[in-house]
């Protein structure tokens, strides 16, 4: 057996990979930890909006969670984020309103960096554990791993075989398929069931001015369905590009940027799938292909005017006096109905009416909705430990492993990683 040239690799240097690393080299500094990442800089949530939730179940898969263990996970995630938290105001109002129609909004502790400062803070977080001697390969892509009687590690790009004692993966959503494919090769059992569909709305803050009061409302509706990741102030839809498809998504830059006057949030739906139809991800992916096909190659984007009215929007309707505002993120326009399935649509329409009762303009018909929004964060491997441990010497955390949901479920799920590798180093 080749000697480990580290004690620690860490795949993924999103906050998964991040809080791993901090909490391993805060308890043993004398340990030899190797992050690797294919982007040059980390690509989720900490990069893009950073918009931090600290009350659980916020970001949590609550399957693997107890509010007790997320509360004392969280101090910890927080010492090294370092949030600045916002105020929120009129909650008791809004709440009210929620509650006589079975919806329920909660209250979350919450900081946003922003899209422009993201980066400042991710060089920090990569100084700061630079400084303890946390080695990093950055655009460097991991194409396996191994654990067996010839030892532990990675193999980088094809060829470059990297050993170590134990590795922890944190690939993120957009490592799902490496990480199935892993767990395939290592015949570890997992299910990939739960899969959450929806659209993203986006208004102008006059339409939604809720926000001004709670930066990131968080509404759980009847049916499954909830708002998710409100922008605002500088606020834009973005595309998320995947292989043969994109979907959306959104962000906003810090509150030091000069608005453009839009709010943009999601309305997801979870779809929990039985037998015989099991992939959360084959269904997300089919429903991405053919709202794409249908767009031309392009996500769709519609109108609440005109979804009302049943007829789709044209390039016309993004023009006219009524419709006041340009979408943020020029896709194709069309008709919603043709691509999203009809009882999704029936509990997100659903949704929406409810909240335009409890923030009333948010059903403006100049409203957009865009779609598809899709996250596939439902792997869950058969884990061997409380510690997310899924062979002798191999952890899997974070979005893509279904321990989380965000950044802040993401950090506290890498933190119960090294505390497991602690134990057994
Ligand atoms: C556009 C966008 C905005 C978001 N905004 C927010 C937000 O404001 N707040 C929030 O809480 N959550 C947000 N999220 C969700 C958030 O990104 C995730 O919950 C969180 O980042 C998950 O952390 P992670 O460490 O599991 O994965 P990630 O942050 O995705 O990190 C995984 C890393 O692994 C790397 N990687 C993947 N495969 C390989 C491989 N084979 N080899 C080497 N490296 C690999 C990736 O490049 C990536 O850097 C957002 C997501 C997106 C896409």
Redesign the pocket.
Same mark, same amino acid.
């Given at each position: 057996m080749t000697s480990p040239n580290f004690d620690i690799i860490i *795949?993924? %240097? &999103?906050?998964? &990979?991040l809080g791993a690393a901090f909490h391993l080299i805060e308890h043993s500094p004398s340990l030899a930890v190797l992050m *690797?990442?294919?982007?040059k800089i980390?690509?989720?949530?900490?990069l893009?909006?950073?918009?931090?939730?600290y009350t659980y179940p916020i &970001?949590f898969a609550a399957e693997n969670w107890t509010m007790e263990e997320a509360g004392r996970l969280l101090p910890e995630v927080e010492k090294w984020l370092q949030p600045v938290f916002k105020e929120k105001q009129n909650l008791d109002v809004y709440r009210r309103r929620a509650e006589r129609l079975g919806v329920t909004l909660l209250d979350v502790r919450q900081a946003h960096v922003g899209t422009d400062r993201s980066r400042a803070l991710i060089q920090r977080l990569r100084d700061e554990l630079a400084f303890r001697k946390v080695q990093f390969l950055m655009e460097?892509? @991991?194409?396996d791993v191994f654990d067996d009687a010839g030892g532990t590690g990675v193999v980088i790009s094809g060829t470059e075989r990297v050993i170590g004692r134990k590795v922890i993966v944190?690939?993120?959503?957009?490592?799902f398929s490496?990480l199935q494919q892993v767990m395939e090769k290592m015949g570890i059992a997992f299910v990939d069931n739960v899969v959450d569909v929806g659209i993203r709305v986006e208004t102008t803050l006059a339409n939604y001015p809720i926000v001004k009061d709670y930066y990131d409302p968080k509404f759980l509706f009847p049916d499954g369905v909830r708002t998710f990741?409100t922008n605002s102030g500088h606020a834009r839809v @973005?595309l998320?590009r995947y292989q043969g498809f994109s979907l959306v998504?959104g962000?906003a830059l810090s509150e030091q940027q000069a608005g453009n006057n839009l709010v943009n949030f999601a309305l997801l739906k979870t779809i929990g799938l039985r037998d015989p139809v099991r992939s959360g991800q084959q269904m997300a992916v089919f429903l991405a292909r053919l709202a794409n096909e249908i767009g031309g190659g392009m996500p769709l984007m519609q109108r609440v005017g005109d979804f009302r009215m049943g007829k789709r929007s044209t390039a016309e309707n993004f023009n006219e006096d009524l419709y006041a505002f340009p979408p943020s993120c020029h896709v194709t326009t069309g008709d919603l109905g043709m691509a999203v399935p009809a009882k999704i649509m029936r509990h997100i329409w659903g949704a929406l009416k409810k909240l335009d009762t409890i923030v009333p303009g948010i059903l403006h018909p100049s409203t957009i909705m865009y779609y598809p929004e899709i996250k596939m964060y439902a792997n869950k491997p058969t884990f061997l430990d409380r510690h997310f441990r899924v062979r002798a010497n191999v952890y899997m *955390?974070?979005?893509?492993a279904g321990t989380?949901?965000?950044? %802040?479920g993401?950090w506290a799920s890498g933190i119960r990683a090294a505390e497991g590798v602690l134990k057994k180093i």
């Open positions: *795949i993924g %240097t &999103g906050p998964a &990979g *690797i990442d294919r982007e980390c690509s989720g949530g900490l893009n909006d950073c918009k931090q939730n &970001g460097r892509e @991991v194409t944190a690939p993120g959503r957009k490592g490496f990741c @973005v998320e998504n962000h *955390i974070g979005d893509g989380s949901r965000g950044i %802040t993401a």
